[in-house]
Each structure stands twice: as structure tokens, then as C-alpha cells.
């Protein structure tokens, strides 16, 4: 899987941001066998293939399985990830950058954390801080709320994207409640000195239970992405890291099915950063793109899946590779029509 393919830039000559193009990309895409119907959301669509079939954006529970991947523990109850993210006034618009835009330290989030469960001690609340960007919020009772990820909302204005539902107007409340906490704290005091982005707000999504069970054709994952480490912890399936490159990865290739994620391009894409996309693309072009055609080529590989994440899938094998007739398009027009 790689979300970002078509990147902020579709409409924009590719000659712009690129001074070459990505043709094994274009001719893979152009010879693939193309499937509709999966979904646009990478978050579903891992859920969808561990057969969490209802795992709509804003509905998969991400919480418990990320909690499960950052502590390798299982969370009885209701889990709630709450992440932390710099909330940026303009003019008109109160707009929301995550830890893809930021760095914080393992102290820092911790401190603000401490701040938090001060405030709402008396409420019997806790919240876990499993890495500097993943923090927990454990509820007795699960909250009747729509929400969406913050990479979702990234780059984006909050106003339209704030969590809903019957208890929507609380934790509203609750957000504006912590913004002001954590506006005086000395840890943003801190970083405002330094010139780095105030963690002004946290963010609620990703609320559930540990699913019972998944099930899933995959028998191994290459991947660093908290979600899939956890569907994969509990799933019972091995899990490695992502190599540097295809050739890497095609070395220790066995006849079992292999789910790889590659999201490199995400944060380009979601903040419409073109240059860093553009770069990204040529580096995925040469160290994954132009091996794995050159291998399914020669017969090296047999078949793979290509997911861009934008409710296509994308089918290679070596017969597929000989539609000569296919001629490639490229990638610009190809996100421009599709």
C-alpha cells in the first residue's frame, strides 16, 4: 500500500516539481489489472483486509490495536486515542497540523500529560502517553461521537471536522478546556522561545474495544505503521521492518502472501508540501517502482497488489507486463481522470 500516489499536485504539470518522470509507476499502473470498490481511507483499508469489514474512516478502532502495537498489552474496555496537535489561527480559520508537522519529546508529553490528569483527576481519568505522538484515554463509558483521524484533518480547518454526535457539544468543551491548559503550560512556553509549533490542543479519535478476532488472507507484514503492527499482533502474524528498498524486501520473499505499507508520501499529500512530494515519488520511483517491474518482469516475483489508497487496486504479474498496447499515461492525467 502507498497512500499519497497522486499527491497534492494532480492538477499541476508534473514538470513543475519533477525533472524526470516516474515511468515504472505509469507503466505498472497502465498494464495493471484494475479493480474498483476499495476503500479510499488507509486506515479502512487495512481494517477491511483483517476482516473489520465496518471499519469506515472515523468508525475502525484504531485505539485499542495502536495501544496493543506501542505496549504489547490488550485493553479491556473503551480506548480513545487523543493525540496531540498544534492548532494554527488565521484569519478565518482554526486549522490543525499533527506530529507529522512537529517533534516532541518524550518529557514534554509527558508533562503536558501530568497537566491533563491534574485537571480532570476528579473525573477518574488518565491519560497514557504510549509514545510522544500516541496518547490514551481509557472511558467507562463509551462516548457517542463521529470522529476523524488527524491525519484526516491535517492542514485542514477544524470547524467542519470537530467531533459529533450526542456528545459532541462535551467534548467540545473538553478541547477548549485543554487548549487553555496547555496554552500557559511552561513546556509550550518553552517552545514558543525555541520557535517551535505550541502543542495547543489534543485531538479525540479512533475510540473502541479490541476486536474479538480478525481474520486475514496475509501471512506476513513489512511495515512500521502503528495500525498494522497491532492487526498483525493480533492476529497472530510475524511482523518486520520495512526494508530500504524492493530489492531488500524481494530477497527474503517466501510463496506466502505479503502485506507491505509504504506511507512516505502521506504528509507531503495531506499538507500539499508539492516539493516534498515530488521528491518523495522519485525516491519510491527508484528504490521500489523500477525494481518490482524489473522483477515481475523477469519472473523474479510472481504477481503483487498495488493499493494507492484511493479506492482502486491495482493487480501486476508478468503476463499482465506484456499488454504492449497499453501505452502508459502519466500519473497527472491519470489522477486527473480517475
Known sequence: MVPGLCGPVSDVPFSTYLSQYPQAL??????????????QDLDATLGNLFGLSGGAAGTLPVAPLTWLADTGTLVDGYIMRVDPVHLRADQSSLRLYDSHAFSIEPGEALELAAAFNDLYRDRGWHLEVASPTRWYLALSEPPVLETRSPTECAGRDINELLPRGE??????????????????????????????????????????????VVETPVAHVITDHPLLMGLAQLAGIPRRDLPADAAELAGGLDDASHLVVIDTLAAACHYADAEAWATGLMRLETTWFRPLLEMVSSGHIGQFELYPVNGKRYHVNRRLMRRFWRRPRSLAQRCRDE
Open 167 to 212: 456528545h459532541g457539544r462535551e467534548w467540545h468543551a473538553l478541547l477548549n478546556e485543554v487548549q487553555m491548559l496547555f496554552h500557559s503550560h511552561p513546556v509550550n512556553a518553552a517552545r514558543e522561545q525555541r520557535g517551535e509549533p505550541v502543542i495547543n490542543s489534543i485531538w479525540p479519535w479512533g475510540g473502541g474495544v479490541l476486536p474479538a
Open 26 to 39: 505509469e507503466k505498472l499502473l497502465a498494464r495493471a489489472r484494475v479493480e474498483q470498490g476499495v476503500a
